[in-house]
C-alpha cells in the first residue's frame, strides 16, 4: 500500500533553524515534493527531489532517502513570514502526488 | 514563470445553482490539471484529474455528474458544481502540471464556495 506521514505540529523560535521529516512508503516512486500553504492560500511549491541527497535553495533546503523513504524540509533563519503548513507529497508509478495532511508550522519571537 | 489563475476567488450562491470555476495556466501549456477540494485544517483532496480534450478521471467518492470538468484547451480547465448545496461549501483549488517541469504542478490561488 501507500502511506505518507509527517509531524501535525511543530514550534520553533524566529532566527532558529527546524527540520520538517516526511516518511512514505509506496512501491512506486517518482519524487518527493514540498509545498508551503499559508492559511487560507493555495500552497506554493518549494521543492522537488528525486535523487539522493540534499537540494539547498537560499534559507530551506530538502533531503531525500529513496532507501528510507525519508525526506525532510529543513528552514533556517527562521522569520515570522514562515509560519504555515508545509506538506510533503510524493509522485507514485502513475505520476500522481499522494498528500500528507501538512505539518502546521509555528514560529514564536 | 509557471502562474496559474482561477477564476473567481471568492463565490457565494444560492442552494440549487450551479457555479463555474475556471482554472488558467498563464505562461505554460498545462498537459495535465487537477481538481482538490480542502477543507479547513484539513489536508488537499483530490477530485479528479483532467487531460486535454479527454474525460477527466474522477477519484472514488466524486461524483462527475455533480462535478463537471472540462478541459477544453492546454491552457483552461473549468469545474462545475452542479445544483450547489451547502455540503459543497469549500476551498477548490486546482493545479496544472506541464512546461518545463513535466512533474511539478504548480497551483491556482483557489476559490471559496460558500453555498446559502
Known amino acids: 500500500g501507500q502511506n505518507i506521514d509527517q509531524p501535525t505540529e511543530m514550534t520553533a523560535t524566529e532566527g532558529a533553524i527546524v527540520q520538517i521529516n516526511c516518511t512514505y512508503q509506496?512501491?512506486?516512486?517518482?519524487?518527493l515534493f514540498w509545498y508551503q500553504q499559508h492559511a487560507g492560500e493555495a500552497p506554493t511549491f518549494l521543492s522537488y527531489?528525486?535523487l539522493d541527497g540534499l537540494e539547498e535553495k537560499g534559507r530551506f533546503s530538502s533531503f531525500l532517502s529513496r532507501s528510507k523513504g525519508y525526506s525532510y524540509l529543513l528552514l533556517k533563519e527562521l522569520q515570522m513570514k514562515d509560519s504555515a503548513s508545509y506538506l510533503c507529497?510524493?509522485?507514485?508509478?502513475?505520476?500522481?502526488?499522494?498528500w500528507g495532511a501538512g505539518t502546521k508550522l509555528i514560529i514564536k519571537p | 514563470g509557471a502562474v496559474v489563475s482561477q477564476h473567481p476567488s471568492r463565490v457565494i450562491c444560492k442552494s440549487g445553482t450551479s457555479v463555474k470555476i475556471e482554472c488558467r495556466s498563464l505562461d505554460f501549456q498545462a498537459t495535465t490539471m487537477f481538481w482538490y477540494r480542502q477543507f479547513p485544517k484539513k489536508s488537499l483532496m483530490l477530485m479528479a484529474t483532467?487531460?486535454?480534450?479527454?474525460?477527466?478521471?474522477?477519484e472514488q467518492g466524486v461524483e462527475k455528474d455533480k462535478f463537471l470538468i472540462n478541459h477544453a484547451s492546454l491552457t483552461l480547465s473549468t469545474l462545475t458544481v452542479t445544483s450547489a448545496h451547502p455540503e459543497d461549501s469549500s476551498f477548490y483549488i486546482c493545479?496544472?502540471?506541464?512546461?518545463?517541469?513535466?512533474?511539478?504542478?504548480?497551483f491556482g490561488p483557489g476559490t471559496r464556495l460558500l453555498v446559502l
Open positions: 483532467s487531460n486535454e480534450g479527454s474525460k477527466a478521471t474522477y
Open positions: 509506496t512501491s512506486g516512486f517518482n519524487g
Open positions: 507529497a510524493f509522485m507514485d508509478s502513475n505520476y500522481q502526488l499522494i
Open positions: 493545479s496544472a502540471r506541464g512546461g518545463t517541469s513535466l512533474e511539478t504542478q504548480y
Open positions: 527531489n528525486v
